[in-house]
């Protein structure tokens, strides 16, 4: 029902209902006039005849009645017309035998004269109290019940025309202010088939046209946003287009609703063949789909698995596999029906170089231990010989030589020593290539350790004719934690090069601060200098700044390598300044932070821990355990030079069965020997129950590395000697247990 029709009917009843109302009223109001008019002509014209026919009632005067009886009959609408005496007899009765006929009963209104027609009333004749008779009269009630009813027909009509009237004039009127409405419905049902920004004519600046203009208002702007989200949904479609990862979203039941072209690169499905499809078309196999069903079913897991990354393999449309990187995110959605948003990553490629990168990984670790392997072998098979040829030379420098002799024998010793430097440089810088040189953290004395460099190169220093100093400025003089072994390393090295390469005037140690917590050395000598051009180079591996310098002047280049990658452990920096001609100017600056505690004496830090308690001028009984002949020949000549006695074996077996037949002050353990090894009988002397198991155990190894050390320690060694031996090596080793 439209609108307008709706307005025409709502009028018509309303205009009905008061118009009905207004008939009624006035139906009833001339109704209720008529009927007082009645009774009003009724009771008057009933009371004057009572009172004119009073006497003659009197009298009985039966003439008179009759003549007054047919002066009432001739007023309009009388009926009847009966006179009673106070017996209520008739006297005179005149009028239509029929209403004459009926037994008298007074109407007290119209509507109960509508029975027989006649509206009945009468008057008493009184005179006084005393009743003399009664007047009834009948007056005809026919006539007005007929116009009362043709009102009522008439009124009836005229209400039907003026809603009639009504109707068309609202159909007009409604026609008219629905005209706009009309205008809106069209323009709206254009709205809704797309035509956004359509607008209608404002004739108006009622509520209509307000409306109008507000309809125009939301029509522009809604064609305005629907612009801007075309806008973004091209954008947004560009952006999902151009993506390389794929993005799949599916339902609670892993429904596919939707896809993006990168998937048919991925997976070989074009975005259309996906839909409606389950999400578990990509996994591989059947315990695959049954744990991703398992998930999806499960709230909890679904839960974890949002937003957390998983790798894992799946099948293309072709079969194969691919690897795939996917993360899982529920989607903000108003309606209840849960959608997720699967963000797929092909790492395939990713996958085969990770493999292949394993892959050369582990050829690199096994390269690596192999290398190890090597040098540990070839560090034991060349010092093992070595300590033969420099032992023997070491103890030929003790027995009566001839000058020739004595330059043959030292010539073999510098030779031995050059040597074993080299070894231990490819020892120590393969370390540091492969990431196994660790650094101590202990107190020592800044002062004892420079002068201890000083010590050990001063002899050489003489020898060339040079002066060797030290200046430590005061302020630096104490304790510091750090690892001295591989600082005095460094100033060897750089101390040793010094020497080497300096013919006149000298070489000088400089230490001092430098700014909070950093300590500047500096090894300045007055030698042939390096070019500028050169500088850069001289602490790359196997480099010198000349290649003449080798020839001349020996060495492998690993020296001052080492040396750069030992001070970067250490957190510093080195780097040398050089005039040809004028010398060289080597620093490295160090973290080193002074420490309150002073480091003790020497005397109060034996190289191990003494575990005897004996006097100083006891002859100790030493136990070697060592498999080479010519190595335990070597140690055997050492203990008798130093005034020792000695027992000999062969194996770790035979010294464990020793230490529980005899008593011994100190061991000198081989850790490579048949039957049982050294770091075994070690292990096995240390179970003992008996004093044997406190014996210190001293390593006497050609085995250098420091897994080597750490496995001796371990083991419940004491100390450790690497070959070849030194006859003060091993002088300085037995003195902590005199």
Not at 230 to 237: R, S
Not at 290 to 312: D, S
Not at 315 to 344: C, P, R
Request: glycine fraction near 6%; aromatic fraction near 6%.
């Amino acid at each position: 029902m439209s609108l307008r029709l709706k307005t025409i009917i709502g009028i018509a009843i309303i205009e009905g209902f008061l118009l009905l109302a207004l008939i009624m009223m006035s139906l009833n109001v001339f109704s209720s006039t008529l009927d007082n008019e009645l009774v009003k002509y009724g009771t008057s014209t009933s009371n004057i005849f009572a009172a004119t026919t009073q006497d003659a009632v009197i009298e009985s005067d039966l003439a008179t009645l009759e003549s007054f009886a047919e002066t009432v009959m001739k007023n309009p609408g009388m009926v009847y017309v009966r006179i009673l005496d106070s017996e209520k007899d008739i006297l005179v009765e005149m009028g239509d035998d029929r209403a004459l006929s009926v037994t008298f009963k007074a109407d007290r209104s119209l509507e109960e004269a509508k029975l027989d027609g006649v509206y009945d009333t009468f008057s008493d004749i009184r005179e006084g109290d005393f009743f003399l008779g009664r007047v009834e009269i009948g007056i005809e009630a026919s006539e007005l019940n007929q116009v009362l009813a043709d009102t009522r027909n008439k009124a009836t009509i005229i209400a039907i025309i003026e809603i009639i009237l009504v109707a068309l004039f609202s159909f007009v009127l409604g026609t008219y202010l629905t005209r706009q409405i009309l205008s809106l419905k069209a323009a709206t049902e254009r709205l809704v088939n797309g035509e956004l920004g359509h607008e209608v004519e404002i004739k108006s600046s009622d509520e209509i046209g307000q409306l109008g203009n507000s309809f125009n208002v939301m029509s522009s702007k809604l064609k305005d946003a629907h612009k801007l989200l075309d806008e973004q949904k091209l954008y947004l479609e560009g952006v999902i287009s151009n993506i390389l990862d794929g993005i799949v979203v599916f339902d609670k039941e892993g429904i596919i609703h939707d896809a993006n072209p990168a998937i048919r690169h991925i997976f070989g499905y074009q975005a259309e063949e996906l839909i409606g499809e389950n999400i578990s078309i990509f996994l591989k196999d059947g315990l695959h789909k049954m744990n991703h069903q398992a998930y999806m079913e499960n709230p909890i897991h679904m839960e974890r698995v949002i937003k957390a990354k998983r790798e894992l393999s799946a099948v293309k449309k072709d079969g194969s596999t691919v690897f795939i990187e996917l993360s899982i995110n529920q989607m903000d959605v108003a309606s209840d029906d849960v959608k997720y948003v699967t963000i797929i990553n092909d790492i395939t490629r990713r996958k085969r170089d990770e493999i292949r990168l394993n892959e050369a990984l582990e050829k690199a670790n096994l390269a690596s231990r192999a290398k190890s392997d090597f040098l540990a072998t070839m560090s034991h098979e060349i010092r093992t010989p070595m300590n033969g040829i420099i032992g023997t030379a070491d103890l030929l420098q003790t027995t009566p030589l001839d000058d020739e002799q004595k330059t043959y024998v030292e010539t073999i010793c510098g030779s031995g020593d050059a040597l074993l430097t080299i070894i231990n440089d490819i020892l120590d810088y393969s370390k540091i290539e492969a990431g196994q040189l660790s650094l101590e953290n202990v107190l020592f004395d800044l002062d004892k350790l420079v002068q201890g460099v000083v010590n050990l190169l001063k002899t050489r220093a003489v020898e060339k004719n040079i002066s060797l100093s030290v200046d430590i400025e005061r302020e630096t003089l104490g304790a510091y934690h750090s690892d001295p072994g591989r600082l005095r390393q460094v100033l060897l090295n750089l101390v040793g090069n010094a020497i080497k390469f300096t013919h006149d005037g000298g070489v000088k140690i400089i230490v001092s601060q430098q700014g909070e917590g950093h300590l500047m050395f500096v090894v300045q000598d007055s030698g042939i200098g390096i070019p500028i051009e050169n500088q850069d180079m001289v602490f790359d591996s196997f480099s010198q700044a000349d290649g003449s310098i080798t020839r001349k002047y020996g060495g492998t280049g690993l020296g001052l390598a080492i040396c750069k990658k030992i001070v970067h452990l250490m957190g510093g920096e080195i780097g040398v300044h050089s005039i040809i001609g004028e010398g060289s100017r080597f620093w490295l600056s160090l973290p080193l932070v002074k420490q309150e505690k002073q480091c003790a004496p020497s005397s109060q830090r034996p190289i191990m821990q003494n575990r005897v308690n004996s006097a100083s001028t006891k002859s100790l009984k030493v136990l070697v355990a060592e498999d080479n002949d010519v190595n335990k020949e070597i140690v055997r000549m050492y203990l008798e030079k130093l005034g020792h006695r000695h027992a000999l074996v062969e194996t770790g077996l035979e010294a464990l069965n020793l230490v529980q037949q005899e008593t011994f002050d100190l061991i000198l353990m081989d850790m490579q020997m048949p039957v049982m090894d050294g770091v075994t009988a070690t292990q096995e002397i240390r179970k003992l129950s008996m004093e044997a198991k406190d014996i210190p155990i001293v390593a006497l190894t050609a085995n250098a590395m420091q897994e080597d050390r750490d496995k001796c320690h371990d083991a419940g060694m004491d100390g450790f000697i690497p070959k070849p031996i030194k006859l003060k090596d091993l002088e300085e080793v037995l003195k902590a247990y005199v």
